[in-house]
């Protein structure tokens, strides 16, 4: 009967308590801190990346990534501390007792989320693969009676994305910021099933221009959506959303046959040997007939492999592993260059460098826009671009807005970039405008004054 019980209160992978203890140590936590004045810190842990890690190296290893991921929190908790697995790649940490003056609180609390981030920041080593585990962290300090237990975990996994946001591995307190994102949030991912349905999202394109000479070389496709009620949504916005609710794989490839598409539509493109590039999620790099649908829409479209490239974040190159880098490998097998988009910000290594099919880099733009002025960013590019040299990698400097720019980038051996200095993104037309000629070459004229692009 102890094992039932058992057995009814803790998952059966981590041996960790399941959704209802947790819950019912959380009421008896906040009663405890009733009692005694003191905090209580509800930390909600979801594992960035988990379905892509899942998904390229089985169901077997996703188990015992999760059961390792349980030794590492366990190992880093307090005593009187609880651990408990929600389920799928989500757990909750509760710990009590923190200090009843609110500023040590959350000195506290913050000292406790460093040491989760630390212990789960060792490699995963697991049949011969190696994985870089990071995690998202929420954040919800209460004390005292009057608190939902389950409005409390809504709560930390509301500041959870919220982290999520921030660009992974952080940890981010539950404020009243959080809520109003939280309503967004939900608001967004009702209106992107719908927008996907009722085909609402466009693409526009940024010119990719050789510094030389000014000529358009190619484009970099990017998800537009007009919403019919609330007009343009921010990318910032809509494409996070997609990714953490699934439909990302929905929207990647309506955006890959919309690019295909186009490309058939403008054969001034291909006389001009324009290389269009598309952004790749890790969702979509983890579908078994990612290149199958790949291959069937230029097939479709008649138009070659070497007219699309396929961009990838850092984030998803490390993760690239298994199933993910066979297709990678199949892409630049038919003749489709792969790359890594904001290059130089991530955790991408010499190993995943080389390892990979990687055909070309874009220098990320916060290192890009003091490359004028700042001695420190020019250092890092010439590093990185020589390194990129080595490698037989093409350079593309991203978030050109100057022409201050242009020399130090030309002059590390920099010889393509993007930014608003030479377009904004725009539709299909404004592509076609620059090769015959309507738009004059920027690199002679005087500097912009135009905002950081998306």
Known sequence: QRILQHRSSHDDLTDLPNRTLAIDRLQQAMARSSRGETHVLVMFVD?????????????????????????????????????????????????????????????????LAERVKFAISQQFECDGSSVSITASIGMRLVTGRGHDAENILREADAAMYQAKRGGRSRAHLYDGAVRAEAMQRLQIQSSLRDGLDRCEFSVAYQPIVSLPDGAVIGAEALARWQHPEHGPISPERFIRVA????????????????VCDDIAAHPAWRQAGLRISVNVSAGQLTQSDFVATFRRNLKRCGIEPSQIAVELTESVLTNAVGSSARQLNELRAMGSAVGIDDFGTGYSSL????????????????????????????????????????????????????????????????????????????????????????????????????????
Request: proline fraction near 3%.
């Open 47 to 111: 594992l960035d990346h988990f379905k892509s890690i899942n998904d390229t190296l089985g169901h077997v290893v996703g188990d015992k990534l999760l059961a390792w991921f349980a030794r590492q929190i366990q190992g880093v908790l307090r005593p009187a501390d609880t651990a408990a697995r929600l389920g799928g790649d989500e757990f909750i940490l509760i710990c009590e007792g923190l200090a009843a003056d609110r500023d040590a609180a959350e000195v506290e609390m913050n000292n």
């Open 243 to 258: 990714e953490d609710c699934g439909l990302i794989v929905k929207l990647g490839e309506q955006i890959l046959a919309r």
């Open 351 to 454: 190993a995943y460098l080389r390892r990979l099919p990687i055909s070309f880099v874009k220098l990320d733009r916060s290192f890009v826009a003091g490359v004028g002025s700042n001695s420190a960013d020019r250092d890092i590019l010439r590093a990185i671009v020589s390194l990129a040299k080595a490698l037989k990698l093409d350079v593309i400097a991203e978030g050109v807005e100057r022409q201050d720019q242009i020399k130090p980038l030309m002059h590390m051996g920099c010889q393509t970039a993007q930014g608003f200095y030479f377009g904004r993104p725009e539709g299909a037309a404004a592509i076609d405008a620059a090769l015959a000629g309507a738009r004059p070459s920027r690199l002679d004229s005087g500097p912009s004054s135009q905002a950081a692009q998306t």
